[in-house]
């Protein structure tokens, strides 16, 4: 069984930084591509950032500039810096198989004084 945990949530003030992790566990496929998804509340889920096996990366227009995803294998980061209060969201990871994705839990971030 699949399992994505995410972590490295929390409240931070406007222009601090976070550090989140997702980590896959349960198979012994390649992950083609993972991703970092959210959701504010009352929005629809967006693409924040993506990384395939390749070293491909992209991201989402609101992020360019402050937020960089890496990964190694199976583990995926995102380095979140100059935080604003609309990155206020649950920020979910989601791992691509190519024949099957999973979603992880999804992890707080709050951005407030």
């Known amino acids: 069984q699949v399992q994505l945990v995410e972590s490295g949530g929390g409240l931070v003030q406007p222009g601090g930084s976070l550090r989140l992790t997702c980590s896959a566990s349960?198979?012994?496929?390649?992950?083609?591509?993972m991703e970092w998804y959210r959701q504010a509340p009352g929005k629809q889920r967006e693409l924040v950032a993506r990384?395939?096996?390749?070293?491909t990366i992209n991201y989402g227009d609101s992020v360019k500039g402050r937020f960089t995803v890496s990964r190694d294998n199976d583990t995926m980061y995102l380095q979140m810096n100059s935080l604003k209060p609309e990155d206020t969201a649950v920020y979910y990871c989601?791992?691509?198989?190519?024949?099957?994705?999973?979603w992880g839990q999804g992890t707080q971030v709050t951005v407030s004084s």
């Open positions: 989601n791992a691509d198989y190519g024949f099957v994705d999973y």
């Open positions: 349960g198979s012994h496929f390649t992950i083609y591509t």
């Open positions: 990384i395939t096996s390749g070293g």
